[in-house]
C-alpha cells in the first residue's frame, strides 16, 4: 500500500464518504476511558471508608462528603440534571414580593437578585 502524504497518492480523497463500518461506532465509549473508569470505581470500592474497604463505595464517598465537601459537591454537579422537567408542575406568576415572602416563609435566603427585579415571573 502507498504511503500518504504530498506526493504519494491515497485511495481516499477529500469529502469521500466513509466506508462502512469502518472506525468506531458512534456512542462507543474509547477503551481507555472505560477502563479507566473502572479502575477509579475498583479502587473506590478497595478503599471504602476507612481506607480498607469498609462499606465498599459508598463508604468511600461518605468519608469523601465528610472530608473534601467541595470535590464531593462538585461531584454531585456532575451527577444531578441540569434541567428540572416542570411540564406536570402547575405554573403560577408570583411577584416579586410573594416570591421573597415565599422563600422567607421556608427559612431560604432571598437571593439579592431577585430583589432588583421589576417584573413577575414563572416560578
Given at each position: 500500500?502507498?504511503?500518504?502524504?504530498?506526493?504519494?497518492?491515497?485511495?481516499?480523497?477529500?469529502?469521500?464518504?466513509?466506508?462502512?463500518?469502518?472506525?468506531?461506532?458512534?456512542?462507543?465509549?474509547?477503551?481507555?476511558t472505560?477502563?479507566?473508569?473502572?479502575?477509579?470505581?475498583?479502587?473506590?470500592?478497595?478503599?471504602?471508608?476507612?481506607?480498607?474497604?469498609?462499606?465498599?463505595?459508598?463508604?468511600?464517598?461518605v468519608?469523601?462528603?465528610?472530608?473534601?465537601?467541595?470535590?464531593?459537591?462538585?461531584?454531585l454537579?456532575?451527577?444531578?440534571?441540569?434541567?428540572?422537567?416542570?411540564k406536570?408542575?402547575?405554573?403560577?406568576?408570583?411577584?416579586?414580593?410573594?416570591?421573597?415572602?415565599?422563600?422567607?416563609?421556608?427559612?431560604?435566603?432571598?437571593?439579592?437578585?431577585?430583589?432588583?427585579?421589576?417584573?413577575?415571573?414563572?416560578?
Open positions: 500500500m502507498a504511503k500518504a502524504g504530498p506526493n504519494h497518492a491515497t485511495p481516499f480523497k477529500k469529502g469521500d464518504p466513509r466506508p462502512k463500518n469502518s472506525g468506531r461506532a458512534r456512542g462507543t465509549r474509547n477503551k481507555i472505560v477502563r479507566l473508569r473502572d479502575c477509579i470505581l475498583e479502587a473506590t470500592e478497595l478503599g471504602g471508608q476507612d481506607g480498607h474497604g469498609k462499606n465498599g463505595a459508598v463508604g468511600y464517598l468519608w469523601l462528603s465528610r472530608a473534601e465537601p467541595v470535590v464531593f459537591g462538585r461531584m454537579e456532575k451527577l444531578l440534571p441540569m434541567q428540572v422537567d416542570t406536570d408542575a402547575p405554573s403560577k406568576v408570583l411577584t416579586v414580593e410573594q416570591a421573597a415572602h415565599r422563600l422567607r416563609e421556608r427559612g431560604l435566603p432571598v437571593p439579592t437578585s431577585l430583589l432588583g427585579l421589576k417584573e413577575p415571573h414563572k416560578l
